[in-house]
């Protein structure tokens, strides 16, 4: 079987993001599984490799190398000319290094798109970067689905010891109610039961949470957006077939028993999901967008700017990535 081509974005170059993906251009069951290209910049990664003493003797391609008609054979590094290196400075936050993590991405998404590439690994990038570069997104997930034209799209955190999904995500708490609606939750509980059939090869168990403590407890706390949102979407989603359960309290809804019977739980905001994923999964938990025309797969850590360029950087979650794009890839 051939060996798929996955671009790995570099994500912000002050950040731990070059270290991992150096590590990833020598990990053995990485090789084993895919051909990676890295869609960043050379000088840095030259510069990440003597200060770590990691090897970087890869194939340098041009854009116009990525882009035209034969696939890379083997570990490359693909050149996206953005960053100021007079004024960059690894572990620190800056616009250069902003724009130049947003430039990765959009390279690597052009090479998925055009079908040169069999999906997109992310390192981590830097939101507050992305600000002062003035990018008009929070994230990655918003980036694919804007540049794929993707309008039916979420967020999954994926492990093998919990696996969420989102109806909202980089949003402030207050915003989070007036963004449900029905048809947005059954949109998400059909995208969640739709990729984990496809991940484990069988139907899947979806669990919804609700919004409020105890979910709502019968209307006695939040505006009744169980009654009045949520369960109709779980209504729904039941008559599509689905095996759905819920809404759950979200204080009760990942203990032990209940993550070994379910299959994907739908949370309704950032940290409703993300806070036992990291809990329980933080070194090998894979970030990927459902709904997009390309596969996309990402670390779930942030850019570790406290320990940028020092060697200190767990690769696991790269790692991680890698191989589920693989194993997206090939269907």
Known sequence: MN????????GDPAGVGPEICLRALREPGVLESCIPVIFGDVEVLRQCAEKLDLPRDVAILSLEDASSGNQPDSPSIVQVPSLDHLNFQP??????????SFDYIQKAIDAALAGKVAAVTTAPINKEALHQAKIPFPGHTEMFAARAGSDRWCMMQYSK???????TVHVGYAEVPGLLTKERILEVIELSAENLERIRKRKAKVVVCGLNPHAGEHGLFGNREEENIIIPAIESAREKGIDVEGPLPPDTAFLPWKRESTD?????????????????????AVNTTLGLPIIRTSVDHGTALDIAWQGKANPSSLYSAIHLAVDLSRG
């Open 264 to 284: 994907v739980f739908v949370c309704m905001y950032h940290d409703q999901g993300h806070i036992p994923v990291k809990a329980l999964a933080f070194d090998n």
């Open 161 to 167: 010891e919990i696996t969420c999904t989102f109806v």
């Open 3 to 10: 060996k798929p081509v996955i671009a790995i974005t570099m």
């Open 91 to 100: 572990g620190t936050v800056s616009a250069n290094t902003g724009k130049a």
